[in-house]
């Protein structure tokens, strides 16, 4: 069956620009993430989405980053402002108890 | 808080011989495992989990993990590796009752002929 897809799989901006990353969970997946993996910080949790509960926001680097996750399903990361330290690879996993299921990810290079 | 070690950040074997790629990890309170697969510009996939019951896991391509409660340990094996195998692999941990994964820093493993 369809995976978790995600889109642009790149992205460039420049500095100050505001970007918009899109995360498709799989089908009947309750639960959405989302994670970036930067060479210098690894692999971090930014935020979480549970059916209708109030996101986890916890793991969010700065006020500059938010998301949303609209009807159950589509999510989009947003980052405002990017700064050359928001280079790195945004991923996004769905599941529904268990494990995580990640999409390839979008990779986005501030300049 | 939890935290997640990988003891080797790259592991260079031979084609047909066999590797263990070490992990453990620091938590007060019980803990779910995962260990992911990620090849080069690609997501993430995983690999196999731990979740409860029998301590030894298989999971895809070969791969197995035991999760040794009293070392804090969750070591990934696999018997003879192929050329194929060559990837990054992340242990990670979800503490019981939290959501998010913890990641270890990743080991590299490169597979030689």
């Known amino acids: 069956g369809a995976g978790v897809s995600q889109s642009p799989s790149n992205k460039v901006t420049e500095k100050g620009k505001d970007v918009e990353l899109r995360c498709d969970p799989i089908s009947g997946h309750t639960a959405l993430y989302w994670y970036r993996q930067s060479l210098g910080q690894g692999l971090e949790f930014l935020i979480y989405f549970q059916g209708n509960s109030a996101p986890d926001k916890s793991g969010l680097p700065s006020d500059r980053f938010s998301a949303e996750r609209t009807g159950g399903s589509v999510s989009t990361l947003t980052i405002q402002r990017t700064q050359q330290e928001d280079s790195a690879v945004y991923l996004c996993a769905s599941s529904i108890g268990g494990a995580q299921y990640f999409g390839p990810g979008t990779r986005l290079l501030v300049l | 808080a939890q935290s997640v070690t990988q003891l080797d950040s790259q592991v260079p074997v031979f084609e047909e011989a066999p590797v263990e790629l070490r992990c453990n990890y620091s938590?007060?309170?019980?803990?779910?495992l995962f260990w992911y697969v990620q090849y080069p510009n690609q997501g993430l996939q995983l690999l196999l989990k731990?979740?409860?019951?029998?301590?030894l896991v298989k999971g895809i391509n070969g791969f197995e993990a035991e999760f040794n409660k009293s070392q804090t340990s969750f070591h990934l094996r696999k018997p003879s590796v192929h050329i194929s195998d060559t990837a990054e692999y992340f242990c990670?941990?979800?503490?019981?009752?939290?959501?998010?994964?913890?990641f270890g820093q990743g080991t590299r493993l490169t597979i030689n002929p």
């Open positions: 938590s007060s309170v019980s803990v779910y």
């Open positions: 990670a941990v979800i503490i019981q009752g939290a959501q998010k994964l913890v």
């Open positions: 731990y979740l409860s019951g029998s301590t």
